[in-house]
């Protein structure tokens, strides 16, 4: 079974970078579409980012051209580079793969 743990999340000015990493234990994590969730306070949980198995990638609106999602199947590891942040990008980032969920990093976009 996959497993997933997020790190990565912090506090950043507005104007800055990020990059999350998940690292995933399991022998067929290659197989599987990987996703990043964010959950800002008393919103629902919204789908960051996407990608396939093959490295396909889909954004949502909100972070298309800032936001960079990227796989390492060798390492069993997703990234998610996220730059220009804005404080309404605020939220607890979780990866997702196969219905598998992580912890959850922090991300905090504030001067």
């Known amino acids: 079974q996959v497993r997933v743990v997020e790190s990565g999340g912090g506090l950043v000015q507005p104007g800055g970078s990020l990059r999350l990493s998940c690292a995933a234990s399991g022998r067929i994590f290659s197989f599987y579409a990987m996703d990043w969730y964010r959950q800002a306070p008393g919103k629902q949980r919204e789908l960051v980012a996407t990608?396939?198995?093959?490295?396909?990638?889909k954004y949502a609106d909100s972070v298309k051209g800032r936001f960079t999602i990227s796989r390492d199947n060798a390492q069993n590891t997703m990234f998610l580079q996220m730059n220009s942040l804005k404080p309404e990008d605020t939220a607890v980032y979780y990866c997702?793969?196969?219905?598998?969920w992580g912890q959850g990093t922090q991300v905090t976009v504030s001067s």
């Open positions: 997702h793969c196969n219905g598998i």
């Open positions: 990608i396939t198995s093959g490295g396909s990638t």
